[in-house]
């Protein structure tokens, strides 16, 4: 079944709302794609104007920020140790934004949307 992110058919007060059109291609959302711990893996999506979106599906590094050298590093990521978005996600792997996750440098928090941008970006913490 394919998400539909057009307008509804009733008004904020609950009455009737007659639509001037119909549903459009446009309006079609997509399904949710969790980025889980893995080998890395991406998908390509189309979107307006023909433009590319990248979805990271699995991911196996990390670059993470070391504010105190004030660098950049690729790390493997080793677990994901908390994340606020569900307490499920933990024990599932999957890694999304404000996920804290354990590197080899140490624990860090993820600052990227990795299904969004195809990437996943972490600040060091500690």
Do not use: H
């Not at 050298?69 to 978005?85: C, D, E, F, L, S």
């Not at 590197?103 to 990795?114: F, K, M, Q």
Request: hydrophobic letters at 35%.
């Amino acid at each position: 079944m394919a998400l539909w992110q057009g307008k509804p058919n009733k008004k904020s007060t609950g009455g009737r709302l007659v639509p001037s059109k119909g549903k459009r291609k446009f309006e079609i959302g997509r399904e949710k794609q969790y980025t889980k711990l893995g080998t890395q893996s991406l998908k390509q999506y189309r979107t307006c104007g023909g433009n590319v979106k990248v979805g990271m599906l699995a991911a196996e590094f990390a670059n993470v920020v070391d504010k105190k050298t004030n660098t950049v590093k690729k790390v493997k990521i080793t677990n994901v140790k908390t994340n606020p978005a569900d307490p499920n996600y933990v024990q599932r792997n999957i890694i999304n934004k404000g996920a804290t996750i354990e590197t080899e440098l140490g624990t860090a928090i993820v600052t990227s949307r990795p299904g969004q941008d195809g990437a996943v970006n972490a600040v060091l913490i500690a």
